[in-house]
């Protein structure tokens, strides 16, 4: 069996100028070097448009999946048809769901290789798993800090 890699995304909730050809052309990369699972946290504009982007590219690549990962069962989920499966991670409702969704977030960085993120500050929750994403050194994409660097 070919070697599975997983990939999640990492965003703010805004991603204003984020070109959704140059976002599909690095998943496209990803699929080249073996990654066919996608994780998606369904929060803000940047998951969305991760989300509608690997939706697309199944019609090109049947094989691949994307997964909504949800940090609690009351989460509003804005379209189910963009995803293959919806991940509840086991022991997630212990938690306040104010704790839920860091802990979501923890469960995306630890069941992924890589990350294609939209991170452009250094505060808020963005950031936050951006920095644990380094730490874990999983191999990462900055679409962020490319914009921001032409």
């Known amino acids: 069996a070919l070697c599975q890699f997983v990939a999640t995304f990492i965003g703010h909730r805004e991603c204003y100028g984020l070109d959704k050809m140059v976002l599909s052309y690095e998943i496209e990369k ?8 996608f994780l998606c946290g369904g929060m803000g504009d940047f998951d969305w448009l991760c989300a509608s982007c ?4 199944k019609q090109k690549y049947p094989h691949i999946k994307s997964d909504l990962v949800i940090p609690y069962l009351s989460f ?6 963009c995803f293959d499966e919806i991940i509840y991670p086991e022991g997630m409702e212990k ?7 860091p802990k979501r ?11 294609i993120c939209y ?9 936050k798993i951006y920095a644990m994403a380094l730490k874990k050194k999983l191999h990462i994409v900055n679409l962020g800090i490319l914009q921001t660097s032409i």
């Open 105 to 115: 977030n923890r469960y995306l960085i630890e069941h992924s290789d890589a990350a």
């Open 95 to 101: 938690y306040h769901y104010k704790a839920a969704i």
């Open 119 to 127: 991170v452009n500050h250094d505060w808020g929750g963005a950031a």
């Open 76 to 81: 509003a989920i804005r379209d189910t048809s």
């Open 54 to 57: 690997v939706h697309e590219l």
């Open 30 to 37: 990803l699929i080249a070097d073996g990654y066919s699972q």
